[in-house]
């Protein structure tokens, strides 16, 4: 039994009740919330005094917390992640934010560029929230075998076949004139140590001079897998699509202009990017939600991140929304649960067609 499942236990329908009134006034207002305010505005046939009993029961608990003494309580960490695992309903989205996101996917779907800035700019308008968007990428092709072939006196030219059938050429500058003979002892070294080894482990042994794993033509053998490196390191510079990060100055949370700027860096640097669209899931199509210190960037301790995977063509990408602690969560999983519904769709329908 986890945490939530020991806490949902410990709570009556009463305190389910308070603890959603007190999520949800508190997404709605951002302002702490008191038991006379609940009694009034809910209606849920106790007293003021009874749910303020209750309100301490649930600060025992750790699922709300109170900033002074004297104001009311505000969910916590802990409060959203049992609200999200728990009590959060489905929340459907209206026809008209339906054929919108229909709409963007429909009208961008043939120029990846276009279609990812507009889904970035549709989301962050329905949600009021910023949007980050990674371009779709394939995953690494693995190399088959590769083939080394003489260009002239000063290169060489390596043929690389993937797994996949598709062939790459690497020009690799050498200092001396190849035999073919020479070449085809080379190539089988290489073939030997991809066959053994990931082009990960490859280059770990090459960082920490492991020459044991090269034979003749060692220096060869590096140019060739250097190139290799460096044009995957270049493939795997990902693009990123953003907006809305300015709605972020619209709540009263972070007014306070130095915790703002802390944010506003953390979605300027590229790695942190990364970091908060990486798949933190063993379940790839999930909807991840990673509430305030869940996520491990310092800057975005006060926010939550809600993100899922897309795929367009065999490659994939990644769709986050973030917003403070108190985002409509229901509405952000709606949103982009609809968002890569419609991307499917469209895709499904042009390949029938």
Known sequence: MNVNDKKMKALNDRKIKILEAIINDYIETGEPIGSRTIAKKYDLGIS????RNEMSDLEDLGLVTQLHTSSGR????????????????????TEEETN????????NINHMDYLMEQTAKALSMLTNYATIISQPKA?????????????DETSIIAVVVTENKSVKNYIVPVDKNFSTQDLITISSAI?????????DEIKDLFDKNDTDILSEGEQVIKKVFNEIFKVNKEDEQVK???SGINNILDFKEFSDIEKAKTIFQSLEEKEMLVDILSNNSENDSSIQILIGGENHIEGLKDCSIVKTEYKIAG????IGIIAPTRMDYAKAVSVLDSIV???????????SD
């Open 341 to 351: 519904k419609n991307i499917n769709n469209v895709l499904k329908s042009l390949s």
């Open 240 to 242: 990123f699509y953003t």
């Open 139 to 151: 995953e690494q092709e693995k190399i088959k075998n590769i083939q080394l072939v003489c260009l």
């Open 315 to 318: 490659a994939t990408g990644t």
């Open 48 to 51: 003021s005094a009874t749910i």
């Open 191 to 199: 073939n030997n140590l991809i066959n053994k080894y990931s082009l």
């Open 100 to 107: 919108f996101l229909q709409n963007v996917v429909i009208n």
């Open 74 to 93: 505000i969910p916590s960490d802990k409060g959203y992640r049992l609200y999200v695992d728990n009590l959060m309903s489905h929340r459907e989205l």
